[in-house]
């Protein structure tokens, strides 16, 4: 079965420091994609980046970048000089349904984020 | 930009009573979809649908039905609410995948259920 795991329930930085958030994934599927959302405390989800699995080559944009690993099976995300309207929750998805047609997007639990001033 | 909303944000309910959740996008998507996210599970999926009319079952569909009639909107129905379906549910609409699974989600600003 596929699965995201985020083991970082809560981290907790003061501004302008730099914090990676952790994803690791599990999958059998041989073309996959991975993405990252982020909750602002309004609720909504708001996609940050999409990455197939045969892209291996980090990302950057603006202070946002990925890294993603294959052979750790890893997608992390890190935030450089993090400021106060960084805090929300991150969570890290895989999309599975290769065989099946269907787009479905399996979350990880999420990371909670809280940067203070 | 995509827009998803929801009919409402916060809503709170009697246990037994008929629930309706509505869902409309306006980037003529094919896909919809229901989550529910509660703390520490992260977003679970209800259902989903890929056209007019057409549902599928997610993850945990039990106590949950939808509606598609029309290709913007699309309708969760708690058929008789009960406490432990008090969550937060989220819309989400994509294009059609056409057998890929690449198309990016959007996601709705969510409504908060009580259920009393």
């Known amino acids: 079965a596929q699965k995201v795991t985020q083991a970082q329930t809560e981290i907790s930085v003061v501004e302008k420091e730099d914090v990676t958030l952790d994803c690791v994934y599990e999958?059998?599927?041989?073309?996959?994609?991975l993405f990252w959302y982020k909750q602002p405390p309004s609720g909504e989800l708001v996609f940050l980046i999409r990455?197939?699995?045969?892209?291996?080559q980090n990302e950057i944009s603006g202070r946002y970048s990925w890294n993603f690993q294959k052979s750790t099976s890893s997608f992390n995300f890190t935030i450089t000089a993090s400021q106060v309207v960084d805090s929300a929750v991150y969570f890290c998805?895989?999309?599975?349904?290769?065989?099946?047609?269907?787009?479905?997007?399996?979350f990880g639990t999420g990371t909670r984020l809280l940067v203070s001033p | 930009d995509v827009k998803v909303t929801q009919s409402s944000r916060y809503l709170v309910k009697r246990t037994g009573e008929k629930v309706f959740l509505e869902c409309v996008q306006d980037?003529?998507?094919?896909?919809m979809f229901w989550y529910r996210q509660d703390p520490g599970l992260g977003l679970r999926l209800i259902y989903f649908?890929?056209?007019?009319?057409?549902?599928e079952k997610g993850d945990i569909p039990e106590g949950y039905s939808v509606s598609r009639e029309k290709k913007e909107r699309f309708s969760l129905i708690l058929e008789s609410a009960s406490t432990n379906q008090t969550s937060m549910y989220l819309c989400?609409?994509?294009?059609?995948?056409?057998?890929?699974?690449?198309?990016?989600?959007?996601f709705g600003p969510g409504t908060r259920l009580l259920v009393l």
């Open positions: 999958t059998r599927d041989t073309t996959y994609y």
């Open positions: 989400a609409s994509s294009l059609e995948s056409g057998g890929a699974v690449s198309e990016t989600q959007y």
């Open positions: 990455r197939n699995s045969f892209d291996e």
């Open positions: 980037m003529d998507h094919e896909n």
């Open positions: 998805a895989l999309s599975e349904g290769e065989n099946t047609g269907f787009q479905k997007l399996v």
């Open positions: 649908s890929y056209d007019v009319k057409m549902k």
